[in-house]
């Protein structure tokens, strides 16, 4: 798995008033170490980095010294038959169809599954109750067999933070937080999954300007 000391390309934060229609932004003062974790990174509108802009992430790890998440809305023009093919493993299953998410900047070479807990892997790392982590290539040579998890995303790459950064974006109001929900990471479909994150706020994304958080 990826070291959360080591950041993506720098992302572009937004100062400047606020604007009626967008929502109050979360102060540094209100984060601590580990309360992203488990949480979805909704992009304002406002966001206009070409890597970042209307996406989701969901966050897998936030301590002290920074942030790890995979966006889980960005697909490539890659399927996990594609991956299977790759690395010389048999597709006994249909599961070769799903579509290979850009889970960030960080390591676009490395796969990252994000799957519902149970079943362990060589690296497996339980996030919540149903959702886990795996960065291990046995967990692929499961799926391709139809012995891996009953629900899986597969992406290449991840999002990474260091120490203060993602607090600051956020107080910055370049992102919404907002408590993960399995469903919208496995039973969603990806089109959909950025503003059913914000419709759990009760946030219509496609109300807010674009130029909110702006000067």
């Keep these: 798995m990826g070291d959360a000391k080591e950041t993506s390309k720098t992302r572009e934060t937004h100062k400047g008033g606020q604007k009626p229609d967008q929502p109050a932004p979360i102060e540094q003062s209100d984060l601590t170490q580990g309360s992203l974790r488990n949480h979805f990174l909704v992009a304002m509108p406002s966001l206009r980095d070409p890597i970042f802009a209307h996406t989701i992430t969901y966050i897998c790890d936030h301590t002290a010294d920074g942030a790890m998440g995979i966006v889980i809305n960005h697909p490539l023009n890659l399927s996990l038959g594609d991956i299977f093919e790759q690395l010389k493993l048999p597709d006994d299953t249909e599961v070769g169809r799903q579509t290979v998410?850009?889970?960030?900047?960080v390591h676009i070479e490395r796969?990252?599954?994000?799957?519902?807990?149970?079943?362990?892997?060589?690296?497996?790392i339980q996030i919540s109750p149903q959702v886990s982590l795996t960065a291990s290539r046995d967990i692929i040579a499961a799926l391709a067999q139809n012995r891996g998890p009953a629900s899986a995303l597969v992406a290449l790459g991840y999002a990474g933070w260091g120490a203060g950064q993602l607090e600051a974006e956020i107080a910055a109001n370049s992102w919404l937080t907002v408590a993960a929900d399995h469903h919208i990471i496995f039973d969603t479909p990806i089109e959909q999954r950025w503003s059913a994150a914000a419709a759990k706020l009760g946030i219509d994304l496609n109300l807010i300007s674009s130029a909110a958080g702006h000067a």
């Design 111 to 124: 796969g990252f599954v994000l799957h519902s807990s149970g079943p362990q892997f060589e690296s497996t």
């Design 101 to 105: 998410l850009s889970g960030g900047p």
